[in-house]
């Protein structure tokens, strides 16, 4: 199966700040990376699919990049609806992998 | 506006077998664009995929679950279901269903259940 690797594991932020994120795969997944938010109590919600394309309805402060094996989440000027976790996710296999997670704290 | 909504126990007993149901509203389950998918979240940890049914029948399965887990789908109901037999403490977690976008690749799961607890406990 595919590993995907994502750091770091948590991170404090502020609002109006603007945060990065990595999600690294052990194999190239070409462009085949999403990425979700989760709140607390609540399902995964899509941000991100083929690595840059912004899911409609998602604030334009979120956005994606990579290709390959390395990829980041992008969200900038962070808002208080944002600490949340995020995770990454390929789609290049049929057995689909994820990330750990990343949870974005307040500071 | 699809949605997607659990149903099952939310306690079993260890060697047991868990039976979740996943009813679709708003959309076809026969759409033929979409895999129909069961993951599952451990209290406190990641997300681990489990598997997933076409409209056709057509099943994959998450290698280190495959001997245990079984998904059907009935499109007269419009509902897809899971099986997960010899259950332990280990299966304890959220269990979610959702909807893969199948029809371009790449491929994301674009809608979600809310989610049910299954403990798996005597």
């Known amino acids: 199966d595919i590993q995907m690797t994502q750091s770091p594991s948590s991170l404090s932020a502020s609002v109006g700040d603007r945060v990065t994120i990595t999600c690294r795969a052990s194999q190239s997944i070409s462009n085949y990376l999403n990425w979700y938010q989760q709140r607390p109590g609540r399902a995964p919600n899509l941000l991100i699919y083929?690595?840059?394309s912004l899911q409609s309805g998602v604030p334009s402060r979120f956005s994606g990049s990579g290709s390959g094996t390395d990829f980041t989440l992008t969200i900038s000027n962070l808002q208080p609806e944002d600490f949340a976790t995020y995770y990454c996710q390929q789609s290049y296999s049929s057995e689909k992998t994820f990330g750990g997670g990343t949870k974005v704290e307040i500071k | 506006q699809v949605q997607l909504q659990e149903s099952g126990p939310g306690l079993v007993k260890p060697s047991q077998t868990l039976s979740l149901t996943c009813t679709v509203s708003g959309g076809s389950i026969s759409g033929g664009a979409y895999y129909w998918t069961w993951i599952r979240q451990h209290p406190g940890k990641g997300l681990e995929w489990i598997g997933y049914i076409y409209y056709n029948g057509r099943t994959f399965y998450n290698p280190s679950l495959k001997s245990r887990v079984t998904i059907s789908v009935d499109t007269s109901k419009n509902q897809f279901s899971l099986r997960l037999n010899s259950l332990t403490a280990a299966d304890t977690a959220v269990y979610y269903c959702?909807?893969?976008?199948?029809?371009?690749?790449?491929?994301?799961?674009?809608?979600w259940g809310q989610g049910t607890l299954v403990t798996v406990s005597s």
């Open positions: 959702a909807r893969e976008v199948s029809l371009t690749s790449p491929y994301y799961f674009d809608y």
């Open positions: 083929a690595a840059s």
